[in-house]
């Protein structure tokens, strides 16, 4: 069994940037896609962006498509989302998540196995 933290979240400018970090600890990364979810007070969670276990392939949900990117280092067990031009609607506790799978290219888009605690992300207006 994957455990995951999650670390970066803070409080940033609307415009500004930030990077979450999520360590993995118990099992290597590279057999997991791997995943990041947020969910904002009152809303439902949502899928923000995932990778594929070799990296290769990538998903965005559309509000974040050109300004977050996601990546990982296997080497390291971490998976890191890059948040650029950040929004007050960006605002929400960002969630890290495992998968277990085979395809070294598939991009999982439903459910995730594992998950971290949780960081805080606030944008301010």
């Known amino acids: 069994q994957v455990q995951l933290v999650e670390s970066g979240g803070g409080l940033v400018q609307a415009g500004g940037s930030l990077r979450l970090s999520c360590a993995a600890s118990?099992?290597?990364?590279?057999?997991?896609?791997m995943a990041w979810f947020r969910q904002a007070p009152g809303r439902e969670r949502e899928l923000v962006s995932a990778i594929s276990r070799s990296g290769a392939s990538t998903h965005f949900v559309d509000s974040v498509k050109g300004r977050f990117l996601i990546s990982r280092d296997n080497a390291k067990n971490t998976v890191y989302l890059q948040m650029n031009r950040v929004k007050p609607e960006d605002t929400a506790v960002y969630y890290c998540a495992a998968e277990p799978i085979l395809a070294a290219n598939l991009v999982p888009t439903g459910k995730y196995t594992y998950w971290g605690q949780g960081t805080q992300v606030t944008v301010s207006s």
């Open positions: 118990g099992r290597t990364l590279a057999t997991y896609a």
